[in-house]
């Protein structure tokens, strides 16, 4: 099957699309975050609000892949293309943000449809010519490899979370926050904090972080890192 960037095509049955550049960020929409929400653990860096801020951040060709049934999200994967050697070199493809992935990524499946983690795959195949995956064995990309890939090549590695340091103790936000309430108070400020633990709350609240991130680096007169 050949994929054509922006177009749809038909694959074991699914609608598949596929968007490349700041094009994809279409992609990740509400529906995005359906199979997520069907993980056994979610991972909060694989939802659309996470890999829209990444796709801002790309320094490559971020490429975005879903396979639809019946106008419904049934898999997706997010991505990104590079040519280490140059335009006359081959292309890779890799996670879309790569380090700035402190989680193992993966490929989002609805577990009831069987079959759409190969077509993300399949997809993915007719885009580059190097498919560099890190995937833990038990996740649905290491899957879809393994049934699309014969000549997949597997170097063993230690099953694990990616995290560069570990979060702070909540006791430590807490007090270091009391602080920074104390010396607001002093300016004539007043600061309240919330915690949030839903899903529904995490979203909003990643928003609203990326927002302030942004900010705080555009008041600097920099760029976002």
Known sequence: MTVVVGTQARSLGFCVRTEAGESCRSLFDDRWDDPLRRQPLPNPTLSATWLRHLVEWDERRPVAIVVEQDGAL????????????????????????????????????????SGAGEAVVDALLGLADVVHLPAAEHGAAYAALGAQVPWLTELPGAESWIAPLPPPRMEKALTRFEGDCRRAARRGAEVTMRIASSPDEVVVALERLFVLHAERWRMRGGEIP
């Open 74 to 113: 049934v898999a997706a994967g997010a991505f990104d293309l590079y040519r280490p050697a140059g335009r006359v070199g081959p292309t890779f493809a890799r996670w879309l943000g790569d380090y700035r992935q402190w989680f193992s990524p993966d490929i989002l499946v609805d577990p009831e449809v």
